[in-house]
């Protein structure tokens, strides 16, 4: 199963013109029907519709199809609706005449000063009769369909592009635990042989009133505990038990983002817990190199679905 991306974006677009014989409505302009969707990351599925009111009624339909694809998001969908007159203006129909000119007659019966209605008048009432008339119940399902296609082929091909780098960072947070395994026990021993030095040099100071072999156990006893407190072999195979979990779930792919936001979370926790308990410089370069790519990781998974 793919992985998919939030991000993605797709229009699609339907034309239409009567080719009714009928006086009533050979002259209706042709009109196109569009629908554009974006898409962005968000924790949750948010979904927002832009469309004019005589569409409005399609809403439901919309929706209904884009929760049943997607999952998480935030989703803007824009129905836009274009009529264009071939003669460059919409052609008011007889009937529609005779309503206009029976209702400008009762309205004057009652307001002699009403003013007549003009051309333009005429026209834009002409423009929004033709634009209400037209039935789109047949033809936006399908678009609407069409256009969530093309934007699940863009999530995907962005998940994929992401797959790709979290992969590559989880092979180089690999290379790094693999510099970070052998230098656990060459600094464990470094740090316990130092310890012991150091208790050696003030032993040699006193007046050697503690017996050697007890100040000996004592100091290796403070060594070892010491040493414990710098070990980050646990750290160490967490993290990587971490990666393995993460490598599966890509693979697996679907619906992993919310869980591999987690587990960089953990990640992070890790590796900031190698570099409070590091003793050496080459340990420490090791432990901001991972937050780094963590860090990286982190953005990219936070547009994943």
Not at 117 to 144: H, I, K, M, N, T
Not at 148 to 161: C, I, T, V, Y
Not at 234 to 257: A, M, N, P, Y
């Amino acid at each position: 199963m793919p992985v998919y991306s939030m991000t993605g974006y797709a229009s699609a677009q339907h034309s239409t013109a009567s080719n009714t014989p009928d006086t009533e409505t050979r002259h209706q302009p042709n009109s196109q029907l569009g629908i554009e969707i974006r898409s962005v990351n968000s924790r949750f599925l948010d979904l927002s519709f832009r469309m004019p009111e005589d569409l409005r009624q399609f809403e439901p339909v919309l929706r209904e199809l884009l929760t049943a694809k997607l999952k998480r998001g935030k989703v803007e969908v824009r129905v836009s609706l274009e009529t264009a007159n071939t003669s460059g203006v919409p052609e008011p129909t007889p009937r529609l005449l005779q309503r206009l000119n029976a209702a400008q007659d009762n309205v004057k019966a009652w307001l002699p000063q009403a003013s007549p209605l003009s051309v333009a008048d005429v026209l834009r009432f002409s423009a929004a009769e033709q634009s209400a008339s037209r039935d789109w119940s047949a033809d936006v399902a399908p678009l609407a369909e069409k256009a969530l296609k093309e934007l699940m082929s863009a999530r995907q091909r962005e998940g994929s592009r992401l797959n790709g780098m979290l992969i590559g960072h989880v092979g180089q947070l690999r290379t790094l635990a693999k510099q970070a395994v052998p230098l656990v026990p060459q600094l464990v021993a470094q740090q316990r042989q130092r310890f012991l030095d150091r208790w050696q040099e003030a032993m040699a100071l006193t007046d050697g009133a503690t017996l050697p072999e007890a100040a000996q156990d004592r100091a290796l006893t403070e060594a070892t505990a010491f040493a414990i407190r710098i070990d980050v072999a646990e750290e160490i195979t967490r993290l990587q038990s971490h990666l393995d979990e993460i490598e599966r779930l890509l693979k697996k792919g679907g619906e992993v983002g919310k869980r591999l936001d987690f587990l960089i979370q953990e990640l992070h926790r890790e590796a900031n817990t190698m570099g409070s308990k590091s003793s050496a410089l080459e340990l420490t370069h090791i432990s901001v190199d991972m937050k780094v790519l963590i860090e990286q990781m982190r953005e990219q998974v936070q547009n994943l679905e």
